[in-house]
């Protein structure tokens, strides 16, 4: 049972354009909530994260939004640019875990 | 520079035959664990620590051992691989050991296994 899901295994996006990243999660103790982006041939590494008592977390051009009432979190990327082509996960943590979804492959194009 | 390192970084092995991974890390974190990637299912926990000597099932932890003996290493042994452990494996660390996965969690580069 996927308890964190990213329905989008790819999505593709223009340079300068906004990507949006989809998660959607089903367990309500989960209380932060992180993003990952990875290169190939290296270990995830950490982007930008949110606690469940907010909505929003800005970070330059990564900003997280949360709803905990549909269980739903994003990722906006604005502007895309092609140094941003990699897969991102998204993580759910709490007691001691953290939860991935399966992981969706972002590919900017010049 | 503040890292984890993986070793071997890639692996082919046959079945039955144990071996270990190694994974060290040189910022004193406390909390070490180790993930395996699978295509559509993401990462996946296998084991944790805490601190030395104390150890944790993670989601996916039948197959595979681990032992924390000191506080920068956090071997991974497959007793006897089975085809189904080929995987992409990766050990992380942070510093503390907080619920909530607030602090940073860094992880090494990667272990390709393939067991045949």
């Known amino acids: 049972d996927q308890q964190v899901k990213q329905n989008s295994p790819s999505l593709s996006v223009q340079e300068g354009r906004i990507s949006i990243l989809n998660c959607d999660y089903t367990n309500s103790m989960f209380d932060y909530f992180l993003w990952y982006k990875k290169y190939p041939a290296e270990g995830p590494t950490f982007l930008i994260s949110i606690s469940s008592i907010k909505d929003k977390n800005e970070d330059g051009r990564f900003t997280v939004f949360l709803n905990k009432s549909a269980k739903h979190l994003s990722l906006h990327i604005v502007p895309s640019q092609p140094g941003d082509s990699a897969v991102y996960f998204c993580a759910a943590s709490g007691a001691q875990k953290l939860v991935f979804g399966q992981g969706t492959r972002l590919t900017i194009n010049p | 520079e503040a890292q984890v390192t993986q070793n071997p970084r890639y692996l082919i092995t046959v079945t039955g035959k144990k071996l270990t991974v190694t994974c060290s890390q040189n910022m004193n974190h406390e909390y070490m664990s180790w993930y395996r990637q699978d295509p559509g299912l993401g990462l996946r926990q296998i084991y944790y620590s805490m601190n030395v000597e104390v150890t944790d099932k993670g989601d996916v932890p039948e197959g595979y051992k681990v032992s924390r003996k000191e506080k920068r290493n956090f071997p991974l042994i497959l007793e006897s691989p089975s085809p189904n452990q080929t995987s992409l494996y990766f050990c992380?660390?942070?510093?503390?050991?907080?619920?909530?996965?607030?602090?940073?969690?860094?992880f090494g580069p990667g272990t390709r296994l393939t067991v045949l």
């Open positions: 992380a660390s942070r510093l503390t050991t907080g619920g909530a996965f607030t602090d940073t969690q860094y």
